[in-house]
Nanobody, 124 residues
Framework: QEELVESGGGLVQAGDSLRLTCTSS????????TGWFRQAPGKDRELVGY????????YISDPMKGRFTISRENAKTTMHLQMNGLKPEDTAIYYC?????????????????WGQGTQVTVSS
């Protein structure tokens, strides 16, 4: 049973940047993806983006494209979500996730491991 731990959330102002980090207790299969979902109050959990374990190719959902990027460290057990140009509508709990790639295929239902979540609040 792998464990995912997020860090880096907080309260920022609109236009600010924030970097979230996800650390896993082990490495996942090369056919898997690790990524980020977010859930705002009263809304469904949505995919932010993910990175394929094997190729390192990343995917960012359209609403975040151009503002958010995903990267990882060489050991592949630490992943980052860099968020620039934050908007109040980015306010949500951000969850680290891992599951068979692509994570776009089945959304949250396709995720096998979840982190506990970290709160990101963007004030206007």
């Amino acid at each position: 049973q792998e464990e995912l731990v997020e860090s880096g959330g907080g309260l920022v102002q609109a236009g600010d940047s924030l970097r979230l980090t996800c650390t896993s207790s082990g490495r996942f299969l090369s056919s898997w993806g690790t990524g980020w979902f977010r859930q705002a109050p009263g809304k469904d959990r949505e995919l932010v983006g993910y990175i394929r374990q094997g190729s390192g190719v990343t995917y960012i959902s359209d609403p975040m494209k151009g503002r958010f990027t995903i990267s990882r460290e060489n050991a592949k057990t630490t992943m980052h979500l860099q968020m620039n140009g934050l908007k109040p509508e980015d306010t949500a709990i951000y969850y680290c996730a891992a599951g068979p790639a692509p994570l776009t295929a089945n959304g949250p239902r396709g995720v096998k491991y979840w982190g506990q979540g970290t709160q990101v609040t963007v004030s206007s």
